[in-house]
């Protein structure tokens, strides 16, 4: 009989705590944030561990939210892709700034990153459309995102449209999907400590290629 009070080796380890000091952070937070991902990819047990939620603005000056999954992270910034007529798309039009939030609940661990956006070139958008599976591709034409849709058989209706129209030929990117990419001015890494006294960094800079301060927050 297996003793009850031992631990079972085969169980996830509990929610990390742990301490965050000024000393063992990279001066780079985007060299921070990478090391962290590959952490979240290794052991935050997440299907989608680049999973996020985009903050913009819309219009009227609303913000709005959504998760959408982080496709690269570079010396540059970070980059996602979404439909550019969408609402997220229309937000960014009015105001090109964005905020992502991340959350590896196993890790405790949050990053927060703000900054202007902007689209990515059309090249690279392009060869990121190419990698995806060609039912993505089919989608990303077949979906009018975020537009009133009458019903789902009118999808489907769609989808089979658009594989009428490529066959088994290759399915270029529609010039209404693409990527963009934040330019990090702001980047906050945050540690869920014991008794709700976590710790907190921020990592700021007046502009792209300007040097990066950081200073520690209360929690
Ligand atoms: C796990 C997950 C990943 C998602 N990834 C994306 C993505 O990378 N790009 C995207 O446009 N929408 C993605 N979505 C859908 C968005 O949350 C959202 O419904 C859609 O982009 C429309 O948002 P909008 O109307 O605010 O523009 C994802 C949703 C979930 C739950």
Redesign the pocket.
Known sequence: MTDPTSPDPAAPPDRTSERLERAGLSGDPLQIFEQWMGEAERDSRM??PN?CT?S?VDPRGMP?G??????GVDARGFA????YE??????LGAHPRASLTFYWDAMGRQVRVRGPVERLPAEESDAYFESRPRESRIGAWASD??RPLESREALERMVEGVRDRFGSGPIPRPSHWGGYLLTPIEIEFWAAGEARLHDRFLFRRPSEGAEWSVVRLNP
Do not use: D, P
């Open positions: 299907e989608y999973a985009l913009t709005e959504r998760i959408i999954l982080l496709k996602f892709y979404t439909n969408s609402a997220k798309a229309r937000a995102q975020s």
